[in-house]
């Protein structure tokens, strides 16, 4: 028997609510006894904490600096500001987080945009090599908690002469053939915000292989101060505090574990998914290590909705989702002047992207809930989009009525215990 959707007037599958996100936190105590010794010595930002936490970050990422942050878009802003020749255009994915572009654009640089891979989601390494012409930076993304082919990035950047910074906001914890991201490039940034495999609560990390970049940071995050010598360029506030420092250095501790509970729901999720028509996760490459930050997948024609339907259903199920990114950034109003055009994949993969939930607190049972309203949603995909739809246009109680009717032949109610 076919369970009934919600949105054909069956009960939600989460009566209460399936939030998208819930942020995994350390122990308060724990926090509040690491930071007791610089709190008690006025010691509030840019302290110890920090620099144990830039340490413990490098050796786990095997990169020879990192410098702490207070966002990963402040990150991304100095990253660049140090890295990127000044007005020249800067070579990044259109199917991004905004942040991206914004971080371009805020230092004076011009975002050319490449197009992605349909299976990774990724920045398409020869689509970015072809479009390169005069861009003198190469910022790939690694998306979702996947690494993308971060070594062709090298490879093309040398070959070309270009400086290589990856925007690694989702990439804490993720592996590319066994090498941490975070060791690749001229830099890689890092966001530390709530829903990220590691939280500061805000805040960022950016790791360079080049101890010039790395000293040129530490003084951009503190007004470009040379300490001494007076400001050296125009740089920002972006420090980090200790408290900040404290939450990120507790969560450190547990990283490992949250990984693991996020891989085995992202492996059960990709089971179950794997046995619905027109539903496919993000494909990973054999030896990568990804960490489902997020768990995103393409919503094919198969299916027999839409995405932007079949987000209906599911929030109608109690189920949050998000539709990251839509729209793709060169299709946003700051963008849309540039006038980009050739990006197919990228603008399909924004009109198919549905992001489920995903948190370590979350149960085997709550990934087995959501693929069997995925399948029902499928197995009443006809009846589901002329409800909806018919939605949208209007209609009376009896026109509605008479739909809760026909879909009963294909959506049999739910059982009353």
């Not at 640089?109 to 020869?126: K, M, N, T, Y």
């Not at 040379?226 to 400001?231: F, L, N, Q, R, S």
């Not at 989009?385 to 879909?407: P, V, W």
């Amino acid at each position: 028997m076919i369970r009934r959707p919600a949105v054909l007037g069956g009960s939600p599958a989460f009566p209460g609510g399936l939030p998208f996100a819930r942020v995994s936190v350390p122990s308060l105590d724990r926090v509040t006894e690491r930071l007791r010794p610089s709190f008690e010595a006025g010691r509030l930002t840019d302290g110890p904490l920090v620099r144990a936490l830039e340490e413990a970050a490098a050796e786990r990422l095997g990169a020879r600096h990192v410098v702490a942050v207070s966002s990963g878009t402040t990150g991304l802003l100095l990253a660049l500001r140090v890295i990127a020749p000044p007005q020249r255009p800067v070579l990044l994915p259109s199917f991004t987080f905004s942040a991206s572009a914004h971080a371009v654009v805020w230092n004076g640089l011009v975002p050319r945009f490449a197009d992605s891979e349909r299976g990774s989601f990724h920045v398409d390494v020869e689509d970015a090599e072809s479009r390169l012409s005069d861009a003198a930076v190469i910022m790939p993304t690694h998306l979702f908690g996947a690494p993308c082919r971060a070594e062709q990035f090298e490879a093309l950047a040398r070959r070309t002469g270009r400086p290589l910074v990856f925007d690694a906001a989702h990439g804490f914890g993720a592996k590319r053939q066994g090498r941490p991201v975070g060791s690749f490039g001229d830099a890689e940034v890092f966001s530390l915000s709530p829903t990220k495999a590691l939280t500061s609560a805000e805040g960022g990390l950016v790791t360079t292989p080049h101890a010039d970049v790395a000293r040129a940071l530490r003084s951009g995050r503190d007004y470009g101060n040379a300490y001494g010598d007076g400001e050296q360029f125009v740089g920002l506030n972006a420090r980090m505090s200790e408290l900040h420092a404290a939450l990120a250095l507790e969560a450190l501790s547990e990283l490992d574990a949250r990984i693991a509970r996020r891989q085995e729901l992202g492996r059960r999720y990709c089971r179950r998914l794997d046995e619905i028509p027109g539903l496919r996760s993000q494909a990973v490459d054999a030896g990568d290590e990804i960490t489902y930050k997020a768990y995103s997948i393409i919503v094919d024609d198969d299916y027999g909705l839409d995405r932007d339907l079949l987000v209906r259903a599911l929030r109608a199920e109690g189920i949050d989702t998000r539709q990251y990114f839509w729209p793709p950034v060169h299709r946003q109003a700051p963008y849309a002047a540039l006038g980009t055009e050739g990006l197919p994949v990228s603008t399909d993969l924004a009109n198919r992207v549905v992001t489920l939930p995903i948190w370590p607190a979350m149960t085997d049972a709550d990934v087995d809930t959501i693929a069997e309203v995925l399948l029902t949603v499928h197995q009443c995909a006809g009846d589901v989009r002329s409800d909806l739809q018919a939605a949208t246009a209007g209609g009376d109680d009896e026109q509605r009525r008479q739909r809760d009717e026909r879909n009963l032949s294909r959506c049999a109610p739910d059982p009353v215990v």
